[in-house]
């Protein structure tokens, strides 16, 4: 790319302290994905919430990030980057405050909806930042690095969070905690990030923007209610189909339109397509990961919800030595071998889980299995972020990251969704068949665990095949589709 390096621009003096910044409301993001888990029987004793209700509270805020990340995304890259973050920022702390002062369902339940619009807003616009923050290629390694491991650290810290704030201090506390975070975040970003946004692109099709939306919306919405109903009923399949006809109708009209929400040639680069494919793998099988041994932790072995989040403290803490080791390899053997390493290890953890009895102890039980999908995950985060931003321009850098967050919510829906469905059909038909209720338990959680196993082993595989050995740039590609702004590095 030395035809492209005089374009580079200088980079920003204060790029390490706006990073802080951003990243901030990143762990928040991936905080608030996961620390409702442990404290949802607290939040339904005291709003005396019902069965359909308490879905609500995890559905609410997936659906509207899910369905609203690329319209986000895209939004920021238009209007501007810093300007979509600070209203995202500000929203999910406003939205945190009012979840935390919830007296009602109604009222935790739109505060949640209202979260997860945050996070489409301030996600992609953040991510996006930081890629053009950075034009050295090595400092934007170790930038993206920090970046997707702090994803993963979020999530296991929420787990680890709200089991010691509920048990010590009261469910509302796990909301409280992502205010101060949120507001230093929006006060940073505006003293130490410039604007940023595409021009001459003329105007969106926002009438593709309604369709692509309402399309995601309905199919997170289908993927979500498989959950609690069959996937043969109207509840599910009704959104399913809308969903997907909705999403190609989109796609028509961007064929036709001059200035597409999406160009469908950003889609292109396999070096791209391995980190979104990445991205599926590891949010399908990690969702269901989370969600199934917090029940583990609590039905089974009867642990408090403090004991509950004491116990993901060895996650949390082995999930750093794979992220340093990722970020200081990445320029030496490439982010697609780290990758399908990652999610290898991630696989071998999630297996051992589903070798679990009744009443195994944490050492020989839980920690082998935690241990190595811990480390598996910090290996592999910073090479998916680095992989899927590879070759995005400035211009798209927002649709990039909306890309890649959108693909994350949805897979953790279609994780919840499938792999915990068919363990728990499972259990279902064992029941049936007068197997006893804790060994049909026991045998269909050990299902779900095989197949989420199976599935990280067969995306290490897809993962490592999806990209050449040798990327190389494509000179003058940076057009349409917006690659080859930045360097290559898988």
């Given at each position: 790319m030395a035809g492209d390096t005089e374009a580079l621009p200088a980079p920003n003096p204060l790029r390490w302290?706006?990073?802080?910044?951003?990243?901030?409301?990143?762990?928040?993001?991936?905080?608030?994905?996961?620390?409702?888990?442990?404290?949802?029987?607290s939040i339904q004793h005291d709003l005396?919430?019902?069965?359909?209700?308490?879905t609500w509270v995890v559905n609410a805020y997936l659906i509207a990030a899910g369905g609203l990340l690329l319209l986000g995304g895209r939004l920021g890259d238009l209007v501007g980057r810093r300007r979509v973050f600070t209203a995202g920022a500000a929203l999910l702390a406003v939205a945190s405050l009012t979840a935390a002062l919830s007296t009602s369902s109604a009222?935790?339940?739109?505060?949640?909806?209202?979260?997860?619009?945050?996070?489409?807003?301030?996600?992609?616009?953040?991510?996006?930042?930081?890629?053009?923050?950075?034009?050295?290629?090595?400092?934007?390694?170790?930038?993206?690095?920090?970046?997707?491991?702090l994803a993963g650290l979020g999530a296991a810290s929420g787990v680890l969070l709200s089991g010691v704030l509920t048990d010590l201090a009261g469910w509302h506390w796990i909301f409280y905690i992502g205010v101060p975070p949120c507001v230093i975040s929006l006060v940073m970003t505006l003293r130490l990030v410039p604007e940023s946004k595409e021009t001459g692109a003329g105007r969106t099709s926002w009438p593709?923007?309604?369709l692509l939306t309402g399309g995601m919306v309905a199919v997170v919405h289908g993927l979500l209610s498989g959950i609690t109903h069959p996937w043969s009923g109207l509840r599910v399949l009704g959104p399913l189909v809308?969903?997907?006809?909705?999403?190609?109708?989109?796609?028509?009209?961007?064929?036709?339109?001059?200035?597409?929400?999406?160009?469908l040639r950003f889609f292109t680069s396999r070096t791209r397509l391995t980190g979104y494919a990445g991205q599926v793998f590891m949010a399908v099988s990690t969702s269901a990961m989370f969600f199934l041994v917090v029940l583990y932790m609590q039905q089974t072995v009867h642990y408090s919800p403090l004991e509950s989040g004491l116990a993901w403290l060895p996650y949390t803490v082995l999930f750093i030595p794979g992220l340093v080791i990722s970020?200081?390899?990445?320029?030496?053997?490439?982010?697609?071998?780290?990758?399908?390493?990652?999610?290898?290890?991630?696989?071998?953890?999630?297996?051992?889980?589903?070798?679990?009895?009744?009443?195994?102890?944490?050492?020989?039980?839980?920690?082998?299995?935690?241990?190595?999908?811990a480390f598996g995950s910090g290996l592999a985060a910073p090479a998916l972020q680095l992989s899927a931003l590879d070759g995005v321009s400035p211009q798209n850098a927002g649709l990039g990251s909306g890309v890649l967050t959108s693909l994350q919510q949805i897979s953790q829906s279609l994780g919840l969704s499938?792999?915990?469905?068919?363990?728990?059909?499972?259990?279902?038909?064992?029941?049936?068949?007068?197997?006893?209720?804790?060994?049909?338990?026991?045998?269909?959680?050990?299902?779900?665990?095989?197949?989420?196993?199976?599935?990280?082993?067969?995306?290490?595989?897809?993962?490592?095949?999806?990209?050449?050995?040798?990327?190389?740039?494509?000179?003058?590609?940076?057009?349409?589709?917006?690659?080859d702004a930045l360097p290559a590095t898988a």
């Open positions: 302290k706006a990073l802080i910044g951003l990243a901030l409301v990143q762990f928040i993001i991936f905080l608030d994905a996961t620390n409702v888990n442990v404290a949802l029987p005396g919430l019902s069965r359909s209700e308490l009222m935790l339940i739109g505060s949640r909806f209202a979260q997860g619009v945050g996070e489409a807003l301030a996600a992609p616009a953040a991510l996006s930042m930081v890629a053009l923050l950075f034009t050295d290629e090595r400092e934007r390694t170790k930038a993206l690095g920090i970046w997707g491991g593709g923007a309604v809308g969903g997907v006809l909705a999403i190609a109708v989109f796609a028509l009209l961007q064929l036709r339109s001059a200035t597409p929400l999406i160009p970020t200081k390899l990445m320029p030496v053997v490439g982010s697609r071998v780290l990758l399908s390493a990652g999610l290898f290890v991630i696989g071998v953890g999630i297996f051992l889980f589903s070798l679990l009895g009744g009443g195994g102890g944490f050492v020989t039980g839980l920690l082998p299995g935690m241990a190595l999908a499938v792999i915990v469905t068919i363990g728990l059909s499972h259990e279902h038909a064992l029941l049936g068949s007068g197997t006893s209720a804790a060994k049909a338990a026991e045998q269909g959680r050990s299902l779900s665990f095989v197949i989420a196993g199976a599935v990280l082993a067969v995306g290490a595989i897809v993962c490592y095949a999806i990209t050449n050995r040798t990327i190389k740039p494509v000179a003058g590609a940076d057009g349409a589709d917006g690659t």
